[in-house]
Structures are given as structure tokens and as C-alpha cells.
């Protein structure tokens, strides 16, 4: 607090604190002020002690490289529980299976991604280094035309999976002009295809009625001849008239009807390719550019 002196110094003296009388009074605190204590938000760190119970989810991985299932757990410890700053994050990782022979680098990646866990900061960047190892054996489609490079690839397939169901990750919104685009090829792509199917089936249809106009003029022309031509005549047309009643082939009948089953209960449209970004075999042409019907990724831009 300062104070404007107006007058001559004529002399000076140390005031102490006893002295009340040369201390200046304080105004007051307003009454309807009151401090509260700020409460701490706890991150993820290093020093954080594990709880003795953790919240996780079980997963399973059924690769055709290994004979026996993976089994991957993910345990999350929740930081500010029962507070507006609750969190979930990752604490620890496990692998269990019947196949003993990666044991050690199974236990090896799992100590290692439970550290990165417990360390804390961003540690979505797991997900694209596990995505991006490629087994030089070669890799497997899982279900759904979803294509695995390798068995470390599909364990950041479950890591990230784990990470969108508590908040860490969120999948990336297509756009309504995007979504459009998509369902505008799916709905072209699809007439054509019913539209050359049709055009197939009028032309086997085509084909059997020739072949039986054919097999009638051979038996007339057989009944003309000789009976030593009658014979030969009528056994080749048994022959060849059993043909359209005996069982369908693969190609029509009901060998097709399955076919066009299948095709109906996938996903996508039949005769789809695998998508670059996406691995999912959604990739159609349409008008000389492919289109992916997943991700909407599209090489004309």
C-alpha cells in the first residue's frame, strides 16, 4: 500500500508489528468470497500403482497360421473415478494360447506394449506399428473379405478395436457428398450386374431350345433311315436327351442358385476387390474408376 507524503521529513523510525498504531489497516476480505481448493486430475504415468482389480476385455484370434486360437486380454484401469475428469486407459496386456512355440516373443510384445501402456502420453501409434508388420509367408483373409498381413497385424486389429470402445480412437465420419457417391456406384454397379446375369440366363435358355429342336430333327431324320440308323439314331438321342434332366450343372440350376446365395449374403457386391486402405474386398469399377464401398476411397479423387 503506498502513501503520498505532502509534508517534510523532520525524522523517521522503524515501526514494529506490535506497534499497531504506525501499521496501515488492510481493507477487509469481501464476506461472500470464499477459496475453494482446486481437486487434481490424475493422468496416466509410470508411478501410478495398479489396483487390485482392473476392468478389461477378452479377445479371441483364430489365424490359419497357428493351430490353436490366441486368446489377447486388455485390462484398463479408470483414473478420477466418480468425477467429470473419469478416464479408461490401457494398463496391461496379455496373450495365452495352447501354441507353445512363440511363446518367447509373444511374452516379449506383451511386457514391452504393457510398459508403453503404463507409461502413459499417446499410445494409439501401437495400432499403425503392429498394422504395418507383414509375415513373408503371406497373410489370410478373415471374415468379411478383411485381408490380415500377418498374425501381429491382427493383434493391432484387436488393439485398436479395444482403444474405440473406450474413447481413445474414434472412426473417421464420411462426408453426406461422400456417402452419396457411395450409394449412387453400389446402386449402378448392382443393375449391372442383375442386368448381364439376365442377359446369361436368356441366352442358356436360348441354347436349350436349340439343343432340342436338334435332338427332335435327328429323331425324325432317324425314323427316315434304315433300322440299323433308327437304332443308332435313337440311342445317341437317349443319349443326349437325358442330358436336360439330368441333375443341373454347376453353371445353372440350382448349382447357380447357391452361387448367386452366397454372393447375395456377403457384404458386398459379388466380383469386389480388396481396397488398398481398407483391406475389405469392396472395390468395384464404375465408368474406369474404382471405388472402394467401405472406406470411399477412390483413385480419381
Not at 509373444?106 to 495400432?127: E, N, Q, W, Y
Not at 431350345?209 to 427316315?224: E, W, Y
Amino acid at each position: 500500500m503506498t502513501i503520498k507524503i505532502s509534508k517534510k521529513i523532520k525524522g523517521y523510525s522503524v515501526g514494529k508489528p506490535e506497534d499497531k498504531s504506525l501499521v496501515p489497516a488492510l481493507p477487509a476480505d469481501p464476506p461472500d468470497v470464499i477459496e475453494v481448493p482446486k481437486a487434481e486430475v490424475i493422468q496416466m504415468h509410470e508411478k501410478v500403482e495398479r489396483p487390485d482389480t482392473l476392468v478389461g476385455a477378452t479377445y479371441k484370434i483364430k489365424s490359419p497360421l497357428f493351430e490353436h486360437a490366441l486368446y489377447v486380454t486388455i485390462n484398463d484401469i479408470v483414473l478420477n473415478q466418480g468425477t467429470e475428469y473419469e478416464l479408461r486407459r490401457p494398463f496391461e496386456i496379455f496373450i495365452n494360447s495352447k501354441n507353445m512355440d512363440h511363446f518367447q516373443w509373444i511374452v516379449a510384445l506383451t511386457r514391452i506394449m504393457s510398459a508403453v501402456f503404463r507409461k502413459g502420453g499417446d499410445v494409439t501409434f501401437l495400432v499403425e506399428e503392429l498394422k504395418a508388420v507383414f509375415d513373408p509367408r503371406g497373410g489370410y483373409f478373415k471374415a468379411g473379405g478383411v485381408y490380415m498381413p500377418s498374425i501381429v497385424a491382427e493383434l493391432g486389429a484387436i488393439i485398436e478395436q479395444h482403444l474405440k470402445s473406450i474413447g481413445l480412437l474414434h472412426d473417421p465420419e464420411l462426408d453426406p457428398e461422400q456417402r452419396k457417391l457411395i450409394a449412387e456406384k453400389r446402386a449402378a454397379y448392382e443393375a449391372r450386374v442383375s442386368r448381364d446375369s439376365s442377359k446369361k440366363k436368356s441366352e442358356r435358355n436360348l441354347d436349350r431350345i436349340n439343343s432340342a429342336i436338334s435332338n427332335t430333327l435327328s429323331g425324325d431324320l432317324a425314323g427316315v433311315l434304315g433300322e440299323t440308323a433308327r437304332k443308332s439314331s435313337s440311342a445317341a438321342s437317349g443319349s443326349s436327351s437325358a442330358s436336360p434332366g439330368s441333375s443341373p450343372s454347376p453353371l445353372t440350376g440350382e448349382g447357380r442358385g447357391e452361387g448367386e446365395a452366397d454372393a447375395e449374403a456377403s457384404a458386398f457386391p459379388p466380383g469386389a476387390t480388396m481396397c488398398n486402405k481398407c483391406n475389405t474386398n469392396a472395390v468395384i469399377l464404375m465408368d474406369g474408376c474404382a471405388t472402394c464401398l467401405n472406406c470411399g476411397y477412390s483413385k480419381c479423387g
